[in-house]
């Protein structure tokens, strides 16, 4: 059973940078496409990143491409999202989700796609 876990969120500057990272517990980690996604305060859920089983494609919201960057370890059965250059607008909480077998895609960008989810991790860009 896929369980995730998300950390690394809080507070900071515009300009600065944030780490995030998403721990699956349950074991299957390494089988299941992984991706990223945001809910801004009063809006909906968005997706931010997605990758591939083995890392090797990633693929990114155009809001955010060049200054995040998606990845995964899967001996630590983590995922990691490197966020730079932050804005007030990536202000939200973000989500990590992941898609179990079947994964007939490099990588999944509708939340629909997935099927299960962190419990979120606040993210607080100031001005």
């Known amino acids: 059973q896929v369980q995730l876990n998300e950390s690394g969120g809080g507070l900071v500057q515009a300009g600065g940078s944030l780490r995030l990272a998403c721990v699956d517990s349950g074991g299957t980690f390494s089988m299941n496409a992984m991706g990223w996604f945001r809910q801004p305060p009063g809006k909906e859920r968005e997706f931010v990143a997605a990758v591939s089983r083995v890392g090797r494609r990633t693929y990114y919201a155009d809001s955010v491409k060049g200054r995040f960057s998606v990845s995964r370890d899967n001996a630590k059965s983590t995922m990691y999202l490197e966020m730079n250059r932050l804005k007030p607008g990536d202000t939200a909480v973000y989500y990590c989700?992941?898609?179990?077998?079947?994964?007939?895609?490099?990588?999944?960008?509708?939340?629909?796609?997935?099927?299960?989810w962190g419990q979120g991790t606040q993210v607080t860009i100031s001005s």
């Open positions: 989700a992941a898609r179990g077998p079947p994964v007939t895609a490099s990588y999944y960008i509708r939340d629909s796609d997935y099927g299960y």
